[in-house]
């Protein structure tokens, strides 16, 4: 599928990647940019290693989906979804301890908690759809 986008003045054809249609794809991504965004207010020096974590983990929700989709079978996209899903929940954990932290004001928690939901309900309405409702 392609989908018509101008670049500097120029209607071109762009390839639209299977992954890139998914709903929890695109949210996973917006959420990722979300969170690298307040990370970068965060003072210099300040917390390293779980802002690193933090990074990791956020951007991996929607490279897992991605991974997943450009498999072959069925049910290792589930396992993708299933990786992607438990990387939404160390994002969560890690949002509650920026939280404790004072490092993540009230609003900021609850925005990210809402959107952290959300994106945990369209993975598993998509796992379901292919059959991998089992835990």
């Known amino acids: 599928m392609c989908l018509r986008e101008e670049v500097r003045g120029v209607r071109q054809e762009a390839f639209i990647y299977p992954f890139e249609k ?28 779980l802002v690193s974590q933090m990074e990791a983990a956020v951007t991996s929700i929607a490279l897992n989906i991605a991974e997943g989709k450009g498999r072959h079978y069925k049910k290792e996209f589930i396992q993708f979804l299933y990786i992607a899903e438990g990387s939404l929940y160390e ?6 301890v920026f939280r404790r932290r004072g490092l993540f004001d009230e609003e900021t928690f609850a925005e990210l908690r809402t959107w952290s939901e959300n994106i945990d309900r369209k993975l598993n309405g998509l ?3 292919l059959g991998g409702n089992h835990v």
């Open 91 to 96: 994002t969560v954990t890690l949002i509650e």
């Open 22 to 49: 998914l709903d929890v794809w695109k949210m996973a991504v917006d959420f990722a940019e979300k969170v690298l965004e307040i990370l970068e207010n965060i003072p210099p020096n300040k917390h390293l290693r």
């Open 127 to 129: 796992r379901n759809s």
